[in-house]
């Protein structure tokens, strides 16, 4: 048989055992039915077809168990599903979607979500995508009519689709689970959150562990279908402390795997907390400094981490909504620029990074050097294959990571719609040139001393916590138009010209942009994996796809020590809460 021949019988094997698999599986029956009767049969009389309808339904099993002093706080279960119909009206180049309605809030959630049964019952699962597949329509043909009334004055500057065509694709993918044991992260759980009963100094501290089996199913009208497993650990170590001064001086610890044993073991994990209480404590008495312009050298994790929380969220294409009402989109720009998801949409073509620097992004690399990368899948939630992707070649950003829903530059997906909208999954940043980590301190110092500066400022951990928490810090500040707390970063050294290093306290970075990073003057010869939540796209994603109640996508960045030409830095600024009347308990003998 011909090689060509034996390829094309491997595929209908493939495909075949695919169909049988997802034939056993009762809600993803439910919904390839149910999808077939929605599109022969849901019509209204003189009104448009759906030309693409797609249902998803997740399974999420979880617990969650929080811990502070050694005691056990909460022990949550949880177990539910979410079913979610994604409908769209009229054709791929103009359809109700990508519009937001001032007058009716139409628009504003691109999916229509409800919590489904979590037996596995064939009728009330097509029971309740009928139910919302029927008004998902009804509520797409009110868009579509106010979005073509709200265009009808306006002259369309360009003739982006709504929609791209992809190929279809039919992944099917087996259970996976974390494997954790609820007693065994009970035990960890107070052994980690004990280390601060001996610290009455640390007057605020939790342990919060969170694992997560999830499942996803999913099939649209193109053809394109995909069962996949998420499974998810995540531990995290939150600490504060207050200067005699009143400043806030806190620290988190976010560690991420797909199962328990990505994780390190129980004694490094006591370790890293033990480390990290005896840091708070150190920087309550630290020194700071006013203001700080000059040469910064992010070491380690504290780069990659710079990297995925001020440049990563360029590198996705978010499409702004059209809007009954200009002023909606002006708003809309404004905050997703505050929201760090403003994209380099207008930038393709231009230098973004320094020209020995380039930038990929790589969803099937399954760890580096060892430590695991969590961001990849196979298969995006559009349905689309995941592919290796080339953002920045030396310097020059080529393109941008997109979903079905296109911009000016970027037509077609790149496989790369992550819960909200497009995100990265594992991204790494490569250089033509780098020095050796005693060699890159010193450039730090011959640029301070350019400068005329006696000290260059060293990074080594940024913290704060998950997107969820920066996230609510931020509607804090807005809320209240002022500053709340204090977003320093939690490990900033002044190194002097004769090499000594003191810590400093209260440091956050005054104003440092995505355009910052064009200035990078020098990395290193290691490169170091940060993984974390990416939340940029959250504002977006309300136009894109975003389920309810879905988790944040997960990053990871692999990146080298950057040494920045100028960065400023700014002493936390109050008001801050007045010092405490009394001692802690845990001070009294």
Known sequence: MHPSHWAAAASLIALSTAQTQTQADVPFRAMSDELARSMSQLKLERMEKPYFIAYRVDDADAVVISAVLGSLVTVRPERARRISVDLRVGDYAFDNRNF??????????????????????????RRQLWLATDAEYKRALEDLSAKRAALRARQRSDDVPDFSRETPEVVTGGVET???????????????????????????????????????????????????????????????????????????????GR??????????????????????LELRSAPSVDRYIGPVLFEGEAAAEIFGQRFASGLVAVRQPVSDDPRFEMFYGQMMAQLGGASFVDKIGGRVLPEFLSVDDVPLQRDY????????????????????????????????????????????????????????????????????????????????????????????RVGGGDATASLARMAARMAAQTQVGSSAMAEVYRVFQDGREELLRGMELAEMGPAAFKDIVAVGDTSAVFTGEFASGLGAGLFSGASSGARLPVMSCVVPSLLFEEVSLARSQGPFPTAFVSASPLAVP
Do not use: C
């Not at 001032?102 to 009330?124: I, N």
């Not at 342990?207 to 069962?227: L, P, Q």
């Open 100 to 125: 937001f309605s001032t007058r009716s809030f139409g628009g504003m959630e691109s999916e229509r979500v409800v919590q489904g049964p979590l037996d596995d019952s064939y009728q009330e699962i």
């Open 369 to 460: 050097r060892g430590v695991p990368l969590l961001g990849g899948q196979s298969v995006d939630d559009d349905g689309v294959r995941t592919r290796e992707t080339r953002l920045v070649a030396q310097g020059t950003l080529k393109t941008l990571l997109a979903t079905r829903v296109p911009v000016r530059a970027v037509r077609s997906s790149t496989g790369s719609r992550r819960g909200g909208g497009p995100a990265p999954s594992n991204l790494l940043v490569s250089s033509r040139k780098s020095l050796a980590s005693a060699k890159l301190r010193q450039e730090l110092i011959r640029l301070a001393r350019s400068r005329g500066l006696d000290f260059g400022i060293v990074v080594r």
């Open 178 to 256: 974390t494997g954790a044991r609820r007693t065994e992260l009970e035990a960890i759980a107070r052994e980690l959150s004990a280390v601060f009963r001996s610290t009455p100094g640390i007057h605020r501290s939790s342990v919060k562990i969170e694992v997560r089996d999830d499942h996803a199913r999913y099939v649209n009208s193109e053809g394109s279908s995909f069962t996949r497993s998420s499974p998810s650990v995540k531990v995290q170590v939150d600490a504060e402390a207050r200067s005699a001064d009143g400043l806030p001086v806190s620290d988190s610890m976010v560690l991420l």
């Open 259 to 280: 199962v328990a044993a990505d994780l390190p073991p129980r004694g490094a994990l006591l370790a890293r907390a033990r480390e990290m209480a005896s840091r708070i």
